[in-house]
Nanobody
């Protein structure tokens, strides 16, 4: 069982940046593909970015060119670097493995002036 803890959210102005982290418990983190998801108020949770076991990446069209997903298997940690943030990026951000496991508490990202 992998437990995940998200961190790094906050309030940022449009155009700003944030770096989210996802810390995983257990020693089997490296065998899973991982993903960042987000859920805005009144909307369904959506996949934002995905990273394979060997580092291949994929992004939702809405964040391509602005967000970068990465992982450090030696630290059991995944990251999401978010640049050029927009108000529509406001959401609770979650990480999870593939296949999906239990959801953590997420971290709130608010983009507002």
């Amino acid at each position: 069982q992998v437990q995940l803890v998200e961190a790094g959210g906050g309030l940022v102005q449009p155009g700003g940046s944030l770096r989210l982290s996802c810390a995983a418990s257990g020693s089997i983190f490296s065998i899973y593909a991982m993903g960042w998801y987000r859920q805005a108020p009144g909307k369904q949770r959506e996949l934002v970015a995905r990273i394979g076991r060997r580092g291949t990446t994929d992004y939702a069209d809405s964040v391509k060119g602005r967000f970068t997903i990465s992982r450090d298997n030696s630290k059991n940690t995944m990251y999401l670097q978010m640049n050029s943030l927009k108000p529509e990026d406001t959401a609770v951000y979650y990480c999870n493995k593939d296949p999906l496991g239990d959801w953590g508490q997420g971290t709130q990202v608010t983009v507002s002036s």
